[in-house]
């Protein structure tokens, strides 16, 4: 997996600044891939970051990158519990929502609609993008917005900026593992 698509897709993780981020990866070979994995782990464990394959599909691999702490603060939220419960999971450990998350991708071969909560989306939108099946929105960014527009849209844009700024740091030669912050709580 190469830095150029960690930074292009991972950049608010890295910096600590959402929970986790998701995207296709192409392989030639899934020990290949599970190798790389492995590799990106090793180097990014120390500073709270985890990488994990979530399915593979025709030689591309679903990748998740995300902070275990920040996931785990997530998910005490009331209403993702609530949503969660909803959707058949047995809470109470992160670790073991995010077996479950697998389970149900590798089941229906889509994304269940709940996945919004493994990527640091508010409850109240992935809720509102569940229960008004994806109508009814009051604006679009990395997610469909129902709850707070503004906060969100500030987020949005916080998000496009670190994407940027990490795009021109990784340019001029600054690693991924230099970019990626050490574990600190997520911010309210």
């Known amino acids: 997996m190469s830095e150029e698509a960690m930074i292009r897709n991972c950049a608010p993780t890295l910096a600590g600044i959402k929970t986790g981020n998701l995207f296709r990866y192409p392989y030639c070979s899934a020990d290949e891939m599970r190798s790389s994995v492995r590799d990106w782990n090793r180097k ?28 785990s603060d997530d998910l005490q939220n009331k209403e993702a519990d609530r949503i969660l419960h909803n959707c058949g999971y047995r809470t109470g450990s ?40 994806a109508c009814g929105y009051k604006c ?24 940027h700024s990490y795009e021109e740091q990784y340019r001029r030669g600054v690693h991924v593992t230099v970019l990626a912050v050490n574990e600190k709580k997520k911010a309210p």
Do not use: M, N
């Open 44 to 71: 990014l464990r120390g500073k709270g970051i985890r990488i994990l394959p979530l399915s593979y599909q025709k030689e591309h691999a679903l990748i998740y990158v995300y902070r275990p702490s920040h996931l």
């Open 140 to 163: 679009v960014g990395c997610w469909k917005v129902y709850g707070d527009e503004q906060k969100c849209r500030k987020l949005f844009q916080q998000y496009k900026h670190c994407t």
């Open 94 to 133: 992160s670790e073991q929502c995010v077996v479950q998350l697998i389970r149900r991708i590798r089941e229906c071969g889509d994304f269940p609609h709940e996945i919004g909560l493994f990527l640091g989306y508010p409850p109240e939108d992935v809720s509102g993008f569940i229960e008004q099946k």
